[in-house]
């Protein structure tokens, strides 16, 4: 089974390159339809904005050759995994990413686990308990959160629970300058993450709670449950052993594909809290014309979501064994 499994992860990893290459082309294109360049905005930063000084750099980052130059150039960098050099930090492109990588997967990990979690509680319970009061209070939750902007419940977030409160940090990863050891530095970015993976998850979580309980509500429904019902079995064992588990492949199926939502999230969050991620990197890229590392960013998240979604697939595997896999089909 976990060969079974394995093979087809790789399978639908093979099958995502041309899929991550045409991201790639579009990618590469649309960012230079954009005005203004790297050479931009260095000469307005040195104050020395000539024209000599313009083609100078441009010609240092080969901004000077042909569209279509620039573009095979890149292409034949990335066949060898090479994303290129960041004008603006002064490093590869690769070194920059692999610095920000940590601290995205532990925000992205936590909010999925967040969204996901309460979103499936809340949703089994108000499928469970329809048309009670509960359920609709869930239902309306649901809905507010729904409807509100990530950076505004970042910001409330900070001015209830960092600035009035101070429970939590206003912003960053860890504490600057403190010697801690390994054990109290989990707790210090633990600590910090509290906030950005809580404003990151209210979207998602209101979204699988709706899905959830739609998709519950239609389970509960199903012939194999009445006679369960029939049957004598408990409530509660009727919902965990047979509801629950179909009801849930919705909610993992959109968790799939809300991955490179969660990455766009992401650059709103880590800009509201500082959190040093590749949201905030590909921010401060877009702001400084820095294309390659921008290039880079959006290459890395095409990976993830076909990698991302291939394990959703296996996942189903996990909740319900009369999935089986085999050569990319669901049986």
Do not use: C
Request: charged fraction near 10%.
């Amino acid at each position: 089974m976990l060969f079974t499994n394995a093979k087809y992860v790789l399978n639908r990893i093979l099958h995502g390159i041309p899929i991550i290459l045409a991201i790639v082309v579009v990618n590469f294109f649309l960012i230079r339809l954009a005005p203004g360049d790297a050479a931009q905005v260095l000469a307005g930063e040195s104050g020395a904005a000539t024209a000599e000084y313009m083609d100078q750099i441009r010609k240092q980052f080969g901004l000077d050759q042909p569209l279509w130059i620039q573009f095979l150039n890149y292409m034949k960098n990335l066949l060898v995994f090479d994303l290129g050099y960041s004008f603006r930090h002064g490093r590869t492109i690769a070194s920059l990413i692999i610095e920000r990588l940590g601290a995205t997967a532990i925000l992205m990990g936590a909010s999925m686990v967040l969204s996901i979690g309460l979103g499936v509680i809340l949703g089994a319970i108000a499928a469970v308990r329809d048309r009670t009061f509960l359920s609709h209070v869930i239902v309306i939750l649901a809905i507010v959160t729904y409807a509100t902007p990530l950076f505004w419940v970042g910001l409330m977030l900070i001015i209830v629970f960092a600035l009035n409160l101070g429970w939590f940090p206003t912003s960053g990863y860890e504490t600057i300058g403190a010697t801690l050891t390994s054990f109290d530095h989990m707790l210090d970015v633990l600590h910090h993450l509290v906030l950005p993976a809580i404003s990151l998850s209210f979207f998602y979580m209101a979204l699988y709670t709706r899905l959830m309980r739609a998709s519950m509500l239609e389970t509960l429904g199903q012939d194999y449950i009445k006679t369960a019902r029939a049957k004598g079995l408990s409530g509660s064992r009727i919902v965990m052993a047979h509801a629950l588990r179909n009801a849930i492949i919705p909610v993992l199926t959109m968790a799939g594909v809300q991955v490179s939502a969660m990455l766009g999230g992401s650059v709103i969050i880590e800009s509201v809290f500082g959190w040093p991620g590749l949201g905030l990197l590909a921010y401060e890229a877009l702001f400084s014309r820095d294309l390659n590392l921008l290039l880079g960013i959006f290459f890395l998240s095409s990976i993830l979501v076909v990698v991302t979604n291939a394990v959703v697939d296996v996942i189903y595997t996990l909740v319900d064994p009369r999935i089986r896999l085999n050569g990319g089909r669901h049986e």
